[in-house]
């Protein structure tokens, strides 16, 4: 619907056929209304009285007036007339002519919010075990303060004598009919503003709101929460918040199937006699015993650790070892290193004594 700007007449409240005295005694009593500066400047209150004191200085010139008469004449003919009566016949007329033509009645369809489209990045530990991830949002929604109604003064509003409170107005001879503009299509002049929204009914919302996340969420998973976007305006049907997930990787543990894995650097030392590693989990780090005998074994195996399955049951996790070989050793370190491998001897190894075995079977046989 298209903003209609009324007429000076029915901005001051007067008659086309008003004289100067009325219109000056209009502009009086308007303008202690509706000045700003008793509405503590409100952007409304500003707008009106802007259009009363165009009004008053249009109409109380006679050349202006003149002037002005002509084109209210050839723009709404029916102004001039002055005799309600007409109006009502042109509003039969219009109906007839839209019930001839079958052209039915728009509908009025059902005010929806506006989805809220987001990415979200979860961790890898909340997409992989499920849960809740909270989604900070900002969008726009009925002012809680006022209810959408823009104030919480309803009674310091007057209503507007410019539609006589149906916040629209009819006008010419095709009857159309637009938004108020002295009154925003309210019905009622605005002006004492509720302090949160502004007098718009609308407030900027911003909170975290709590989606569910499945378990073995994966990245571009999109998820819905009903009814948590914006609602335009009281009574209408919030949208909803439309979550695409990220997912962060984690820095260590890789999925597998249903098991996860972890690569674990281990010392000689602790390859040779046990001790106690530390490794990450989905529930946080645990440590690790290593057994004395962990001889040629690359991988620990722990159940119960691993993803999630349909069945509620988890997998395992893998602990992949990796001997992490010394890379800045000393002249003098190395000579150690080499005393103490003689004083062990190749059998200790028994990698290197089964090869030494196989090498053996190797070698030429003598004729």
């Not at 007067?14 to 009086?28: F, H, L, N, P």
């Not at 925003?184 to 900027?204: E, T, Y």
């Not at 530390?278 to 005998?293: F, K, N, Q």
Request: one cysteine or more; hydrophobic letters at 40%.
């Amino acid at each position: 619907m298209d903003v209609y700007v009324p007429d000076h007449y029915r901005v001051l409240g007067v008659a086309v056929a008003a004289d100067a005295s009325a219109i000056k005694d209009a502009y009086r009593k308007l303008s202690r209304v509706y000045h700003p500066d008793r509405h503590g400047g409100s952007a409304r209150a500003t707008t009106c009285f802007q259009y009363i004191s165009s009004a008053h200085v249009e109409l109380s010139d006679p050349l202006r007036r003149l002037n002005y008469d002509r084109q209210l004449l050839l723009r709404d003919p029916l102004r001039m007339v002055e005799d309600p009566r007409a109006a009502q016949a042109l509003d039969v007329l219009d109906l007839v002519v839209r019930r001839i033509k079958r052209r039915p009645e728009a509908l009025p369809g059902a005010d929806r919010g506006r989805d809220l489209r987001v990415r979200h990045e979860v961790s890898f530990e909340l997409a992989a075990l499920g849960g809740t991830a909270l989604v900070a949002v900002s969008y726009d929604s009925v002012c809680g303060t006022c209810r959408g109604q823009g104030t919480t003064e309803p009674a310091r509003n007057p209503v507007c004598h410019v539609c006589q409170g149906k916040g629209t107005v009819k006008h010419g001879l095709r009857r159309t009919n637009d938004e108020c503009g002295f009154c925003a299509g309210r019905g009622a002049v605005l002006l004492a503003n509720c302090p949160d929204c502004s007098g718009r009914g609308i407030a900027r919302i911003e909170q975290q709101i709590g989606v569910a996340v499945p378990p073995r969420a994966t990245a571009g998973l999109v998820l819905r929460a009903r009814g948590m976007g914006e609602t335009p305006a009281l009574g209408t049907q919030p949208g909803d918040l439309v979550v695409e997930l990220a997912v962060a990787p984690h820095p260590i543990l890789a999925i597998d199937g249903d098991d996860l894995v972890a690569a674990v650097p281990i010392t000689w030392l602790q390859a040779i006699a046990g001790g106690t590693v530390s490794v990450p989990t989905l529930e946080g780090i645990e440590r690790l015993t290593l057994p004395a005998d962990l001889g040629g074994r690359r991988e620990l195996r722990v159940v119960g650790r691993g993803m999630l399955r349909a069945d509620g049951s988890r997998g395992a996790l893998r602990v992949r070892l990796e001997l992490d070989v010394p890379r800045t050793l000393s002249e003098a370190d190395c000579a150690i290193v080499r005393d103490l491998h003689a004083n062990w001897g190749d059998g200790a190894f028994a990698a290197v004594s089964d090869y030494a075995r196989r090498l053996a079977q190797c070698a030429p046989k003598s004729p």
